[in-house]
């Protein structure tokens, strides 16, 4: 048996065959990033001439027409907890630039530290229309569907952007939202996100960079090959289109919400974009343990949603593939020359996106193996169950199915009980919503 044919040598050589696939993708998905960001730089240089152009009298009419021509939006924002950096993020939504604007904050529990976030930015922003529901009347398992569907009695728009709590924004990100949205034959309207670690702590950036040299590639290369998907950072519509999907209840029973939302709109002949406005995720996660619970949650839905995506994303750790070669090789230089290889690539494309989305450098280089491992576990772990935790729930995630007429069955079960199965259970009794409007003050007991 010659080394050429020796197993240990053809297992590495098809290590190192799906590393440079892996490659040749990190530079088409940088590639992607750096379109977008032209893209987004030529909307934000657009808009930023139409208000330079309300400097003049004679623009200063068609100025202001153009802002009333714009439909007023009520957005929706469920809380839970006081998450880092929310009031930072909750900011940037109120300090918009947008001529109507309502926003409506949710929480389910009368003694949720968001309550008081919420209170402090009604002070300081008195002129604006904000409203806070609480309600902790559930509808499902999936909490944030539930809250939503509590909130929603309370929007008085039929524009609606829904966006969760930890999202960070530009200042013309709803301009961006709502002229996307208008464009004929578009039924929701997405955004592209990066991570921003609320500390320097190591799980933060390894959370962030997942997110930016992984994830925000991949959506973008997914895009340019057919896919529509739509993101939990934003998801905005006309209310007529929610009813005609069969309203939020058709996704109160499933984790992958917005990826729910997405088929039920394209499945009514409307198309899913992308705003030319990158916006922001908080990356919050503190310890080892919380982290891979975290990514285990995402990688166990994303393979139920979509199995066979799912597993063809493995090439986008091109360096857990190559260090697999001089693991299996040792003794051949040429495994050691490909990893360097793969490593140096690796680093210039997570750099240039790092600059181009005007992100710190998120992960030192030197860890960027640990990173693409870190991911190829919890990969691998992700087809060892269903049970995932999320928000205090331990939940089993079962697979998509669009059913009869369309509909949905529920993707979410209790670990106590099975929700494909049993009848749904009565709903209990809860104590009558809290609405609090910009000019209103809390009250315990109302």
């Given at each position: 048996m010659t080394a050429l044919t020796h197993p240990m040598m053809v297992l590495a050589a098809g290590a190192g065959c799906v590393a440079m696939l892996g490659c040749v993708q990190a530079v088409a998905g940088t590639w992607m990033v750096d379109r977008f960001d032209r893209r987004a730089?030529?909307?934000?240089?657009?808009?930023?001439?139409?208000?330079?152009?309300?400097?003049?009298?004679?623009?200063?009419?068609?100025?202001?027409?153009?802002?009333?021509?714009l439909p007023a939006v009520t957005v929706l924002k469920p809380l839970h907890g006081d998450e880092p950096m929310l009031e930072q993020a909750l900011i940037q939504f109120i300090e918009q630039d947008y001529p109507h604007l309502q926003i409506v904050f949710g929480v389910q529990d009368p003694a949720d530290p968001a309550i008081a976030v919420v209170q402090r930015l009604r002070q300081l922003y008195p002129g604006r229309d904000l409203s806070l529901v609480v309600d902790p009347t559930p509808h499902g398992p999936n909490r944030k569907i539930?809250?939503?569907?509590?909130?929603?009695?309370?929007?008085?728009?039929?524009l609606l952007v829904i966006s969760d709590s930890d999202i960070h924004v530009a200042p013309d990100y709803l301009r961006q939202v709502v002229t996307t949205l208008l464009q004929p034959g578009v039924g929701l309207v997405t955004t592209l996100y990066r991570g921003v670690p609320a500390s320097s702590n190591l799980m933060q950036r390894l959370a962030a960079c997942q997110i930016n040299h992984n994830f925000m590639p991949g959506v973008l290369l997914s895009r340019l090959l057919?896919?529509?998907?739509?993101?939990?950072?934003?998801?905005?519509?006309?209310?007529?289109?929610?009813?005609?999907v069969g309203g939020l209840s058709m996704l109160s029973g499933h984790v992958a919400d917005d990826s729910v939302l997405g088929r039920l709109v394209r499945a009514q002949g409307l198309r899913i974009e992308i705003a030319p406005s990158l916006t922001a995720t908080t990356t919050a996660e503190t310890s080892a343990a919380e982290l891979f619970a975290h990514e285990l949650r995402w990688g166990r839905t994303v393979r139920m949603v979509?199995?066979?995506?799912?597993?063809?994303?493995?090439?986008?750790?091109?360096?857990?593939?190559?260090?697999?070669?001089?693991?299996?090789?040792?003794?051949?230089?040429?495994?050691?020359?490909l990893f360097a290889s793969v490593w140096i690539l690796r680093g210039v494309a997570a750099g240039r996106i790092d600059r181009l989305t005007g992100a710190a450098r998120v992960l030192p280089s030197l860890l960027l193996p640990f990173r693409d491992w870190l991911s190829a576990v919890v990969m691998a772990a992700s087809f060892t169950g269903r049970r995932v935790a999320w928000r205090g729930q331990t939940l089993h995630v079962s697979g998509w199915n669009a059913g009869v007429a369309g509909h949905a069955p529920p993707i979410l079960?209790?670990?106590?009980?099975?929700?494909?199965?049993?009848?749904?259970?009565?709903?209990?009794?809860?104590?009558?919503?809290?609405?609090?409007h910009a000019h209103q003050t809390l009250a315990q007991g109302d």
């Open positions: 730089r030529r909307a934000t240089r657009a808009a930023s001439a139409l208000a330079s152009s309300a400097l003049a009298s004679s623009a200063l009419a068609s100025s202001a027409l153009a802002s009333s021509r539930g809250n939503l569907i509590n909130m929603l009695p309370h929007a008085v728009h039929d057919g896919r529509q998907d739509c993101l939990g950072s934003t998801m905005a519509l006309q209310r007529s289109t929610l009813a005609a979509e199995p066979v995506g799912y597993g063809l994303s493995a090439v986008q750790f091109p360096l857990f593939w190559a260090a697999l070669a001089p693991l299996l090789a040792p003794a051949s230089a040429w495994t050691w020359l079960a209790p670990v106590s009980s099975t929700l494909a199965a049993a009848s749904p259970a009565p709903r209990p009794l809860a104590p009558r919503p809290i609405l609090v």
